[in-house]
């Protein structure tokens, strides 16, 4: 019962270096969310995936990109790493057809840029 | 505007002692709040929604729309209460699901 699943859990990059954070999800929620946890600022939304085939800007979208592969799956890249993108990246899904569900998280992606 | 407030970063009890943890919110509309946790090691949970009106391993947190509040009490904390929590308000902008989240609170219960 893996739920919502993240790779890698651990990446160490270079400044200007590029990467892409994978995201899966087994519980057919149609919605999907990255945030990112800095101390003291919370979980900040940088992207969404309202219903496959859709992608909304957040509250931190600069510097991200992302792709709603399928029903699934929803990616995050980093196309030119920066320091200020060193973070824990957290993946997200839930059901949004009838109503608001509480999200699923997964075990987040922790992220070093040097 | 929207945004969800809890203004301390890090809580310290005793074991038995009570436990508030505060969440102010703004917003126009009718709120729709939440209470996440993070246990060391684990992945962000669901403790409880306040349409739900539940007690979760003894919490509690009611809506107080003329404070604009969300505070999560339990009357006898528990070591293994030890955690960060967040407090989430589901955002405006049709049925996509999203949440602010405050900037969270670190509970730390002491033997």
Redesign the interface.
């Known amino acids: 019962n893996a739920g919502v699943t993240q790779t890698p859990k651990f990446q160490v990059l270079k400044t200007g270096q590029s990467m892409t954070l994978q995201c899966a999800q087994d519980m057919n929620h149609n919605s999907m969310y990255w945030y990112r946890q800095d101390p003291g600022m919370g979980l900040r939304l940088i992207y969404y995936s309202a219903s496959e085939g859709t992608t909304d800007k957040g509250e931190v979208p600069n510097g991200y990109n992302v792709s709603r592969l399928n029903k699934r799956e929803f990616s995050l890249r980093l196309e030119s790493a920066a320091p200020s993108q060193t973070s824990v990246y957290f993946c997200a899904s839930s059901e949004t057809y009838r109503g608001t569900w509480p999200q699923h998280f997964g075990d987040g992606t922790r992220l070093s840029i040097l | 505007a929207q945004r969800?407030t809890?203004p301390e970063?890090l809580l310290s009890v005793f074991k038995g002692a009570p436990v508030e943890l505060k969440c102010n919110y703004s917003y126009s509309g009718s709120p729709?709040l939440?209470w996440y946790v993070q246990y060391s090691r684990q992945?962000?949970?669901?403790l409880l929604?306040h349409i739900s009106r539940e007690s979760i391993k003894g919490f509690t947190a009611d809506l107080n729309k003329g404070e604009t509040s969300f505070h999560l009490k339990k009357p006898f904390a528990q070591e293994e209460d030890s955690a960060m929590y967040?407090c989430a308000l589901?955002g405006l902008g049709?049925?996509?699901?999203?949440?602010?989240?405050?900037?969270?609170t670190t509970l730390q219960v002491k033997p």
């Open positions: 969800v809890q970063k729709e939440f992945r962000l949970q669901l929604r967040y589901k049709g049925n996509t699901g999203k949440l602010i989240f405050g900037q969270g």
